[in-house]
């Protein structure tokens, strides 16, 4: 399984069982959630984990754990498939631990993946579908490329996607 290479200070590493504990926090965490229906209990994040663990099976790629170059669980971060437009796209998601917010990480981690996709995969465009008052998510994809493609549903089901094209040498 290939995963997104390091970065100057991240590096990423398949989801498994053993990280039931990390995610059930980061999932069942209500700063990490507030634009989720709720936070996930320990059951829905092992069934994230299984999720993810289904995705590389299938697609080569999915959600992956990131940490510090040292070690340190950040989140997660990575690429799955969503229904956008009525069509399938390739979507760029992350979640990144309360206490280490607003230190880049999502967007250094963001920015790996979109890479990993340009090299490894045949997608011609990485999307993020973003709560439309989630403007941290928004940032994040802004500063990685992404620019606003459309809007999608209405009240509380509305949802911005922003994208970019893979540019390919």
């Given at each position: ?18 990280d039931l504990d ?17 936070p996930k209990t ?120 922003l994208g970019v ?5």
């Open positions: 399984m290939r995963v997104p290479g390091a970065t100057e200070r991240l590096r990423f590493r398949e989801m498994g069982e053993g990390a995610m059930a926090g980061l999932l069942g965490d209500a700063r990490v959630m507030t634009y989720y229906p709720a320990r059951e829905g994040a092992a069934a994230w984990i299984a999720w993810n663990r289904r995705n590389y099976d299938t697609h080569g790629f999915g959600l992956w754990i990131v940490e510090t170059r040292e070690g340190e669980f950040v989140g997660d971060c990575g690429l799955t498939v969503q229904e956008v437009a009525g069509s399938p796209a390739v979507e760029v998601g992350y979640h990144v631990r309360p206490a280490l917010q607003g230190r880049g990480y999502a967007t250094e981690a963001a920015a790996a993946c979109l890479e990993f996709a340009k090299d490894h995969m045949s997608a011609d465009r990485v999307v993020a579908i973003i709560h439309p008052q989630n403007r941290a998510s928004e940032r994040v994809a802004e500063k990685i490329g992404m620019t606003r493609l459309t809007d999608e549903g209405s009240g509380d089901a509305r949802r911005i996607v094209t893979l540019h390919r040498p």
